[in-house]
């Protein structure tokens, strides 16, 4: 309450080397409220705008751009987490690694692009194989694939 009266006060002397004439302290508070309203809301946005920013930022870190996979990085968590469950339950965990091979040359016979699209038709085939929630689908590498069985 003292910070309000502080502002008001601070916000009256203001008003007055300005040459704005003020009436009572009603009109004074409700001036100093509305600036401290606008002032929580900008903040309030601020913060809320940075939040969703790092949430995608976050999001798109653990997603490979160009297959929609998840990426190694993802894995690595993924699997710390399935590892330490399965090493509690006595249960197991699969791991398919898939390469494709001579991936070099068909990038230099047909092109890059015709190399990323391959790799997003190989992307879809292999995620498509498994459907379950616990299982994930990651590119690894360049032209390498790892599916992690729960």
Do not use: P
């Not at 809320?48 to 949430?55: D, G, I, Q, S, T």
């Not at 996979?69 to 710390?80: A, C, I, T, V, W």
């Not at 016979?109 to 391959?118: I, L, S």
């Amino acid at each position: 309450m003292g910070l309000y009266i502080l502002l008001s006060e601070i916000t009256l002397a203001v008003l007055k080397t300005r040459g704005i004439s003020v009436f009572s302290y009603a009109e004074i508070n409700v001036l100093v409220f509305a600036i401290c309203l606008m002032a929580s809301n900008v903040y309030h946005n601020s913060v809320l705008r940075n939040y969703e920013l790092r949430k995608k930022l976050e999001f798109y870190s653990l997603k490979d751009e160009r297959t929609g996979l998840s990426n190694r990085r993802s894995m690595n968590q993924y699997f710390e987490h399935y590892w330490k469950m399965a090493s509690r339950s006595n249960s197991l965990i699969g791991v398919i690694m898939i390469d494709i091979d001579h991936f070099k040359r068909f990038n230099d016979t047909y092109g890059h692009q015709a190399g990323d699209d391959c790799l997003v038709q190989v992307a879809g085939a292999i995620s498509g194989c498994f459907d379950r929630k616990t299982d994930m689908t990651v590119r690894y590498g360049g032209e390498e694939f790892v599916v992690v069985l729960s």
